[in-house]
């Protein structure tokens, strides 16, 4: 993992002291809301429905056991004990007292971690994939490259006021894990000629005008592609829309010029990039990758998985991917039990989480997108007994990308925007699809909820999503179909009317019932809906 | 009626305007008439109050009943959480809510 050198510790150590002074003018009156709103939003401090929310960044969804104990000792003593881990691979504690901030991010401090960059219009965290380093189907491990990006966007000055926020994510398989193409900049890795480089696709988003990203640039090599972002973030940057919060995302600029116009700006800009000499030193981009090589990997390890318990068996086959090092597997846990909220976890189930890394996979861990963990590095060995303490913990659902494993955002429990909740409506979901004969019978099928137009829970990338409107102050919930967030992406298309919160999970049913009715050998619900078209599903719910 | 909330400025609590300083309990909450703006801006000078701003609401013999779902819930907690609420009130509070 990449540890800070004495530049990344000193920065976030000087931003630290900044914040606590800030904190302190503001509470003794010396600075008023206005003029403290920004400040605050530019450390991750949000004012949201019951308290201050900070936002915690963890960096391409990486952590050690330590970063982990820490959020979740921050979640014991500051917060109400727990947080919420987001689909952009962040972590949010949602009752956070404005005095008790600066101490907050002094802790985090200490273990690497900061709240910077994680609101604002700048560039966010950079996201990626959560098997990063482990699958044996990528190029390279996109964590470095991850890595070198942060470092490039982390207070970089002429990308601190864009006009609007800018989030980027990089993968290297073509198993697309992280939604890469519904980013503003997605970057996959790919290799031509023994050379790695990057694809660059620009333009993606979701909120309210989602936009797959179109492919931009087929190939950038490693030690160009600050440079070639520096260009686009700059076309970006002086052409995006200022005069319309609406219009400012990147989406909106590369479809208003087009793509072919987008592009040819970009690669006038990166020519004139090119000439000025930017890119990182090539030794500075090896000290990167070296942080991350793979661990001390044991060999002549057993592949044998005993699964005489039928329990076991069943987690096993859902939660447990395949790893590049015999002998070893990826472990998923689940943060999705039937009656409990998407993404949330206790400080306790924190510290297991924490414990479980240490002891068993080389100290390392993973946020995913959709709101799970993920344990890189377990010995099949071992596989067992982390089952059995994730059973004890609650956090042994075996559910992985089925019906019950949504994503679902704050919704109107938590955030200010909201026009309706999303939890509920999951929980209710969860547990009339609670049967675990049911699940499998369904297959994969990947359900997210949004409570506001903002799309924060992928709702337009849901093979089912729904987005919760606002209908003269009552609660209501559009159904989409056939969204797709991964490499097969695409958006999905409303239904029609809308549904109380009772008619969407009866909607949810019919719908699963035309699929089981329609579906073909192999077919998944995706591959039916995208065969057989709306229509059939539209008859069964509105009949 | 009108009546004021905000939050905390220190603590970031969601509180209620009483009539003579701010309650926890929405049940406390006074109708400020036409005053919400001015108390607001005053109450916000004295740091006292972030974000105030002045909501419809009614009273009934259950206590005071903000109008829209989003205040209601501020007023309550988040309703997935009874767990969390300060004043865990009658079981079928949830339908308070909607
Ligand atoms: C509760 C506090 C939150 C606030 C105030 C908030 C606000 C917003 C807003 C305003 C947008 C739309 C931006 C735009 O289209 O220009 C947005 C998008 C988004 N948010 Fe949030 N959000 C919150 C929580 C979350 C959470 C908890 C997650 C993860 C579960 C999340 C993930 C995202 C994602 C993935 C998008 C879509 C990005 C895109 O448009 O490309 N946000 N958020
Ligand atoms: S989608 Fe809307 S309701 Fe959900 S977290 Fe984002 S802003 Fe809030």
């Known amino acids: ?543 | 009626m009108k009546i004021l909330t905000g939050n905390d400025l220190a603590s970031g609590d969601v509180i209620w305007w009483a009539g003579d300083g701010w309650s926890r309990q929405v049940s406390d909450a006074t109708d400020v008439g036409t005053h919400g703006d001015e108390l607001a801006r005053a109450e916000e000078a004295a740091l006292r109050v972030v974000g105030a701003y002045v909501i419809d609401a009614t009273r009934d013999e259950d206590g005071v009943r903000p109008a829209h779902i989003k205040d209601r819930i501020r007023a309550f907690g988040p309703t997935v959480r009874p767990d969390l609420v300060e004043q865990p009130t009658e079981a079928d509070i949830g339908k308070w809510v909607i």
């Open chain 1, 1 to 543: 993992m990449y540890r800070y050198d004495s530049y990344d510790q000193a920065i976030v150590d000087a931003r630290v002291e900044e914040f606590r002074d800030q904190t302190q003018r503001r509470l003794t009156g010396a600075l008023t809301e206005d003029q403290f709103k920004p400040l605050r939003l530019m450390n991750g401090l949000y004012l949201q429905l019951h308290a201050y929310m900070l936002r915690v960044a963890i960096p391409y969804g990486t952590l050690s056991g330590k970063q982990m104990r820490k959020l979740g000792e921050i979640a014991g003593k500051y917060d109400k004990g727990y947080g919420h881990f987001t689909t952009r691979q962040n972590l949010q504690y949602n009752w956070i007292k404005l005095a008790d901030a600066p101490d907050i991010l002094a802790e985090l401090a200490m273990v690497e971690m900061h709240a910077i960059q994680t609101s604002g219009n700048c560039i966010r965290n950079i996201s990626s994939d959560q098997y990063a380093g482990v699958s044996a189907d990528e190029v390279a491990d996109p964590r470095p490259w991850a890595e070198l990006l942060r470092q490039w966007s982390s207070f970089h000055p002429e990308f601190t006021y864009l006009p609007r926020k800018f989030k980027i994510a990089v993968i290297a398989s073509d198993d697309d894990r992280a939604a890469m193409r519904l980013h503003d900049i997605g970057l996959k890795l790919v290799e031509r000629d023994g050379v790695v480089g990057a694809e660059v696709y620009a333009g993606g988003g979701m909120g309210r005008t989602p936009m797959v990203a179109p492919l931009i640039r087929d190939f950038v090599a490693e030690d160009e592609i600050i440079s070639y972002l520096e260009a686009c973030l700059r076309v970006y940057n002086r052409y995006g829309r200022r005069d319309n919060k609406y219009k400012a995302r990147i989406k909106i600029l590369v479809h208003e010029i087009g793509v072919e116009e987008y592009k040819r700006q970009v690669e006038e800009e990166f020519a004139h990039m090119r000439a000025l000499g930017l890119n990182p030193p090539v030794e500075e981009l090896a000290r990167i990758r070296d942080f991350f090589a793979a661990p001390a990997y044991e060999s002549g390890l057993s592949e044998e998985i005993d699964r005489s318990d039928r329990a076991f068996a069943l987690w096993v086959d859902r939660q447990v991917a395949a790893h590049k090092a015999p002998g070893y597997a990826i472990v998923n846990i689940s943060l999705k039990p039937i009656d409990g909220i998407p993404g949330d976890a206790s400080a306790e189930q924190m510290a297991l989480v924490a414990d479980l890394a240490e002891t068993y996979s080389f100290d390392e861990l993973r946020v995913t997108h959709a709101q799970n963990l993920v344990l890189p590095h377990v010995r099949k060995a071992d596989l067992r007994a982390v089952w059995q303490k994730l059973v004890a913990a609650g956090l042994a659902e075996a559910n992985l990308d089925l019906i019950t494993d949504i994503i679902a955002c704050p919704g109107l429990d938590y955030c200010a925007l909201a026009n309706a909740r999303s939890i509920p409506l999951a929980q209710k979901i969860a547990s009339r699809f609670a049967a675990a004969e049911r699940q499998a019978e369904i297959g994969e099928l990947k359900l997210k909820i949004s409570g506001c137009i903002n799309a924060c829970g992928h709702h337009h990338a849901g093979h089912i999503g729904i987005l919760g409107v606002d209908r003269r102050g009552v609660e209501n919930f559009q159904l989409l179909l056939g969204g797709s967030g991964a490499e097969d992406a695409s958006l999905g298309q409303i239904t029609g009317p809308g549904f109380s919160e009772d008619g969407v999970v009866d909607a949810i049913e019919k719908v699963t019932d035309i699929y089981l009715a329609e579906r073909e050998s192999g077919e998944r619900f995706l591959d039916t809906y995208r065969r057989i078209g709306m229509k059939p599903f539209k008859e069964a719910i509105y009949g």
